[in-house]
Structure formats: C-alpha cells, structure tokens
C-alpha cells in the first residue's frame, strides 16, 4: 500500500499549483510571508545589463502597479524581476500583488488599476472578446508542462481507453494538455478516454489514490508526488512540443499608446530574471520558496529542476501559441479572431534586434 501524503504536503501542492484558467472570483492581495531572500548577484554577473547607459540610480523610478494570479513557479519570473532588483534596475519601481482571479485582472486593467499582468493567454484572449483591448506582448513559457500519470495497472496510454482521467478544471491548462496529448495518439477525449475535473492537482492525486480515476494530468510539483506514490507516467506531453500561450504579460492597448517605455523595460527586466532562473538554481529555490512559503529543499530543488528549461529570456509572443488558446476557447467570437489582432511583438522584436538578450548569463 502507498503512504498518504501528509496535510502539509497537500498544502505545498496546492500553493505550489498550475495556473487554473479562466476562474473568477474575489480580488485577494497578499504579500509574501517568509523574510528577505539573498541579495540579487553583484553587478556584472547578472546585474548591470539595461543596455541603456543609465541605471535606477541615475532617474526617478516609474510606479508600474502589477499583478499575478498563480503561487505556482509560473510566476517564478516576476518574483525574481522582484527579488533579484531587475525592475529597479530597468527603473520601473512595482507594486507587485497576487491577484486571485483571472476576470478580475481583467477589470483591474481596464480601470487602470494594473498597468502590466501575468496571466494565462486565455485571460487576454477573453478580454480581447469582451471588448477591453486586453494584449500580450510576451511570454515567459510557450508551451504546455504536463505529463499523463497512471496507476499501477495501467502500463500504456492505450490502456486508459474506456477509463477516466482526472484534470484540475475545464479547460485549464491540464485540461487542454490532457485533450492534446490523447488526441496526437489516436484516443478522442470525451469519447475513448472520460475526462474529470477535480478542483486541484492534490484532489486529482486523490481521486487516483481512492481509484475514481485511472490517471491523471499533473504538472510540477503535484508531479513528484505522484511519482513517490510509484505512478507511473505513461505520457510526457511537454515533450510534444505543443504551442500553447500559458505564462503571458500583457497590458491595455490604451496603456501600450500612453507609455510605451514602461513595456519595453518590463520585458528586460522579465528577460533578466528569466536568465536567472535558468543560471542561479540556489537563488531561484529562495526566491521560489518565498513567494510559496515553502522550506521543502527537495520539493524546491524538483520544482526548480523541472521548470528551468522551460524558463525563456527570450519573451517574443509566439503567434502558434495564441492560435491554441483561441481554439479552445468556447466564445464563437474567437473563431473570428487572429493572434495578430491579441498580440503587439513591438517590444519584444526590440528586445531581440537590441543585443541585449546575447548580454545576459546564459
């Protein structure tokens, strides 16, 4: 028989969870609990590469009023642009709040309450729809990270045919990953294979572990949990390959018209703690820790190793990844809708033609 997991390994699975699109709910604020990190890396090593011949110290700082939606390390970006001094150092001074809620970003954006969001594509997408001139001008992941696990008995994909697989919600990114992958090899959703929405990755370990379902789509760190359970993993769907825009910054037209300069300097400040990230595992288990609450060195540790490579300096909105999300959506609007007409690369075609990307740690 498998151990159960403890009360505090369910809390750290919940906080740490994927981003569940699409929900609304009550605007929370909180800010993180656990005291200061390590001082960001001294100039010259990560620090120092604005690229602009001035620094923090030489003009007045821009409030920039930001928000993120998730304590999963999808938002390990904007806690590291925090953390390691980057906004700062692009003279943006943020006001960084969690948000709970993806509806109410949007309508914090378009009261001008936030200037610049982290959110699921699907949120600008839906934004676009409703006629708030919602936009990304980046990203910080572009695809899917999630992986079909299996009890014990169930040795291939195909095996799940006929059965049921748990997601955390409906067209959530575990959802639409789970549909993606299912469909590349050959089992339709709904039709071979049953799909489940459970509420949260630690309700779909539980749905398995009682066998109300025969597998489930997690993502890190839900994934390392099913793995000490001994499930076994019958598809990584990351490695697929599948566009999809999961992790995007974004912002008002009418703010992109009015200040300009302030995207531009976000997405530096994002494509520094990106590098990071990728090149400071010590530094991103802190920074990561923190903004979760979290003191598990190995569930830090997993959680780091697993989304490094998925972290990208290189902030450009892929077009191929908006098409996806515009497909899943259920407003018949969308399927009037290019990824041209949500997305404006301006800023992030600057980012790449500047240099300055070849500047930083690699």
Known sequence: MRPRVGSASLVALGMLAL?????????????PSVGPVAPPTPAGDHAGLAGTGSSSTEQALIP?????PTTSASSAPWWMAQEGGYFREQGLAVDLQFIAGGVTLNAALAKGDLDVIAAGGQIFVLGYLQGLETMIIGSTAAGVDTT??????IQTLDDLRGRTIAVTRLKALT???????????????????SILATGG????LAAME??????????MPALLEARKRGYREVLDVTRLGIPFMGAAVGATKRLLAERPMLAERYLRALAQAASRLRTDREFAMQVIGKYTNTTDRELLGATVDYYQPLYK????????AVQTVLDAEENPAARTVHPEDVIDTRFAERLRTSGF??????
């Open 148 to 153: 079909i696990v299996a009890r014990p008995e």
């Open 175 to 193: 959802d639409i990953a789970a549909r993606a992958g299912l469909e590349r090899y050959g089992l339709r959703p709904d039709v071979d294979v």
């Open 19 to 31: 981003l569940a699109t699409g929900c609304a709910g009550p605007a929370t604020r909180a800010s």
């Open 201 to 204: 990755p630690a309700e779909s």
């Open 357 to 362: 990307l070849d500047a930083l740690p690699r």
């Open 210 to 219: 009682s066998g109300v379902v025969a597998g489930a789509s997690l993502g």
């Open 313 to 320: 300096p290189d902030l450009y909105p892929e077009p191929a």
């Open 64 to 68: 920039t009023h930001s928000a993120y």
